[in-house]
């Protein structure tokens, strides 16, 4: 059975939207969704009792209008590109969340906020993902040291050498236990390669965790987000190598 509520923080700022594209997953699965689409068809009623009540944390520095990608060519990065309404910022958001998801912004964004947030939040809230080089930004704050993690594959080489204590292995998302000061089950924590990884590795988590038929019904299926959990969690070719399009 699906955990009544859920509550669910992501870090944005100056991340490509396909970073953090799993959220409509969560979203499909929940009751304010739903409860809009009984009324296009009765049958999707049967899906009441999975329903979850889900709140979303979209976190920043500040609650102005913040920036993701890509950016307006003729204008700077920081004012340039598609900008999002943040409703809680890092210092304000709550730590204990029930999953926390991080897209990958360039090193060149660290706000000091953010690093404290992490370290604060990281025993507090029990799942963790990241998506492409997202896990460059959690690494930075020193709480992956000793962890099994992945990142986006064209960036491993970046990661391994800037990050020497933390184990980086070439697989599209990778699942490893984390701290975690709750009494609800153990801290996991999810890292994912590229945006499509991370969108796959959602997937997964989501037929891992809820009712299987609602989620490939109301998300995977209706949003042809890897409907039935089909893509693999490994590379199809040995790292190094080019997959040759035709």
């Not at 799942?127 to 896990?135: A, E, L, N, P, Y």
């Not at 490893?176 to 999810?190: A, I, S, T």
């Amino acid at each position: 059975m699906s955990p009544k509520t859920l509550r669910v923080g992501v870090l944005l700022e100056l991340v490509q939207l396909s970073d953090i594209m799993g959220i409509d997953l969560f979203g499909n699965l929940s009751t304010g969704y739903l409860n809009q689409v009984i009324p296009l068809d009765p049958k999707f009623a049967d899906f009441t009792p999975h329903a979850m009540n889900i709140e979303f944390f979209y976190i920043s520095s500040s609650l102005e209008p913040a920036t993701t990608t890509p950016p307006n060519a003729s204008l700077p990065h920081s004012i340039g590109g598609f900008r999002f309404l943040p409703n809680v910022t890092y210092d304000d958001c709550p730590r204990d969340l029930d999953i926390i998801l991080i897209g990958g912004p360039l090193p060149t964004h660290r706000p000091e906020a953010a690093d404290r947030f992490m370290k604060e939040a990281w025993s507090k809230t029990r799942v963790w993902m990241t998506t492409c080089i997202g896990s460059l930004w959690l690494a930075s704050t020193g709480l992956l040291e000793g962890k099994k993690v992945t990142t986006n594959k064209e960036f491993l080489s970046v990661a391994r050498a800037g990050f020497p204590g933390t184990e980086w292995v070439y697989q599209r998302w990778v699942v490893d236990e984390k701290e975690y000061e709750g009494g609800n089950g153990k801290g996991e924590l999810w890292t994912a390669g590229g945006a499509g990884a991370g969108i796959d590795m959602i997937a997964r988590y989501c037929l891992d965790n809820f009712d299987k038929e609602f989620v490939n019904i109301m998300a995977l299926e209706g949003l042809e987000f890897n409907p039935g959990g089909q893509a693999g969690q490994f590379y199809p070719v040995k790292e190094g190598e080019r997959r040759v399009i035709v």
